[in-house]
């Protein structure tokens, strides 16, 4: 390498810290023989590959609800699902880039007797925002509260597994289990550790945890305020953060657009195109395993029928709505939830596409000539809901099943609507694992059984997969419960959809994390402004 290659290499490491100017790298990159465009690239490159703290981030976010709590059994949304892992708390492990488990607030975790005892190992010297050393009594404590016999936690399901959580010292936890389960590091949504009280419950109120931001200020579906944690175990950039429940999705481009945030989520994506070509914007579109659904009520008539079920999800067009919700951001769903990136996913048949013949097929066989229907529908569920509904409407004319689309408020749509209203638009992130995202919405009595589905064979196979070591006979059993949910279950799995985000150039960040949005609900510890 000649002496001027060698100190334009060390210039880069230098202009990403800030330490030299724009003037000396190009001068010394001209010197070398590059053109200013390509120079000018470099420096860009440089300054903004560097990690750099300071700064008020604002993120505006198309969820939120004015019944949102600090009480991490009640997160069931994009905006609580961020004040847990990625701002004021931390769970023991996280999910990396890679659908890896890795260590958090535990420095290890390891199995024994086969997988159905987990011993962590935490952290020494974290200490909680009030100045409070987190022990093992805290995690015991925080895992206790979404068990209890009167917790309506949606992680209940997933953690209904664990037979026994103790203390053994200040720094190990010991998960005993029911049976084995090989997946069980990675349920990790809702599970960050509070401050335990002296009878074993969590001081959640005041969002006092151990996260890389200290809560300043929290009004429900309004905002929420925290600044930076001086004593966080981890790193953080950001001196300070902002998030803003902003539901209309005009209002959220608008404050992109004037300076007032440096993110939003849920884009109009008919008008991406316009934000793509503004150079003050950065666009991301991250694959991963969200997608789109409308879950029936299987209790309610007419859904409590399976062959109005399976004529519903063969009476829209999903390939339309890829490409007129999605705009090609996406692929179409096939009445499963585990998205083709997931080990032991597979793809069911028949596949379930638009078909009038099949539909009057299950029509007569349910006794019917036609049928009228209910859709609930509001961009709170996503972005785009109300049009997919509407060319549901459509589709459906076609083989006689009149779906009237009720157009529900955004504000309240999670309390009022979901699980609450027979047939609605809905989302799932996904889970990084077919146990879990099963265990959490298709399980019999799961919390959030949005469908109130139950099938005995189903479950029997949940519980038989989660202990079984060889691979080969977990593949089958996975295999086959997703074939019997397809085929009987109430949930219509209509596409999945990638993340698409627009952040201000001012901002900068690494590998986007693929299992949730908001890089995962991190982004607000791992960006950085350039």
């Known amino acids: 390498m000649s002496e001027f290659n060698f100190k334009l290499e060390a210039a880069k490491v230098l202009a990403g810290k800030g330490k030299v100017s724009r003037r000396d790298f190009m001068q010394l990159a001209l010197a070398v023989g590059l053109s200013v465009p ?21 993120a505006a976010i198309g969820h939120g609800s004015t019944t949102d709590t600090l009480d991490p059994a009640t997160w069931e949304n994009s905006f609580t699902g961020d004040i847990g892992p990625g701002v004021i708390g931390d769970p023991l492990v996280e999910i990396d880039q890679e659908n890896n ?13 086969g997988t159905s005892k987990w011993v962590y190992k935490l952290r020494k010297g974290v200490t909680f925002h009030n100045g409070k050393t987190m022990t093992a009594n805290d995690v015991v404590a925080s895992y206790n509260h979404h068990r209890g016999k009167d917790t309506k936690s949606a992680v209940k399901s997933a953690i209904k597994i664990i037979k026994d959580i103790k203390a053994d010292g200040p720094d190990t936890v010991i998960f005993e289990l029911e049976s084995g389960s090989a997946d069980f590091p990675y349920v990790t949504y809702h599970l960050i550790v509070y401050p335990a009280n002296d009878d074993g419950s969590i001081a959640w109120e005041k969002g006092i945890g151990t ?78 395993f969200a997608h789109y659904v409308a879950p029936m009520n299987v209790k309610v008539a007419p859904f409590d029928n399976p062959d109005v079920r399976q004529a519903i999800k063969y009476c829209f067009n999903r390939e339309e709505l890829v ?24 793809n069911p048949k028949p596949i379930h596409k638009y078909d009038p013949d099949k539909v009057k097929f299950h029509l007569k066989k349910a006794g019917l000539t036609s049928l009228k229907v209910d859709l609930s529908a509001s961009d709170a569920a996503f972005a785009g809901a109300l049009d997919a509904a509407v060319l549901m409407q459509q589709s459906a004319k076609k083989t006689g099943i009149d779906i009237n689309v009720i157009r529900e408020s955004s504000d309240g749509y999670w309390s009022n609507v979901w699980m609450k209203k027979p047939w609605c638009m809905s989302y799932w992130g996904g889970r990084p694992t077919v146990d879990w995202m099963m265990t959490t919405a298709y399980k019999g009595g799961a919390a959030w059984n949005d469908t109130f589905w139950k099938n005995d064979r189903f479950d029997k196979l949940l519980g038989e997969a989660r202990a079984e070591t060889d691979q080969s006979k977990r593949a089958a059993m996975y295999a086959e419960m997703q074939q019997i949910l397809h085929d009987d279950g109430g949930i219509a799995v209509l596409m999945f959809n990638d993340w698409v985000e627009v952040s201000s150039k001012k901002v900068a960040h690494g590998k986007l994390n693929s299992n949730y949005d908001h890089d995962g609900g991190h982004m607000y510890r791992r960006w950085w402004f350039v």
């Open 38 to 58: 390509m120079a000018e690239g470099l420096f860009t490159q440089a300054v903004r590959a560097a990690p750099k703290k300071g700064g008020f981030f604002r």
């Open 101 to 113: 488990v890795v260590p958090a607030l535990a420095e290890s975790f390891e199995p024994s007797n």
């Open 211 to 288: 996260g890389a931001f200290m809560l300043e200020n929290f009004e429900p579906g309004v905002s929420l305020k925290a600044k930076r944690f001086p004593d966080y175990f981890g790193k953080a950039n950001f001196d300070q953060i902002e998030m803003l429940v902003i539901g209309d999705v005009v209002a959220r481009q608008n404050a992109l657009n004037s300076g007032d945030v440096h993110f939003m989520d849920r884009p109009d994506l008919k008008t991406l195109a316009l934000l793509e070509r503004n150079p003050r914007f950065t666009i991301d579109s991250v694959t991963g």
């Open 323 to 346: 490409k007129k919700v999605l705009f090609g951001h996406g692929k179409v769903g096939n009445d499963d939830p585990i998205a083709p990136s997931i080990k032991y996913a597979t």
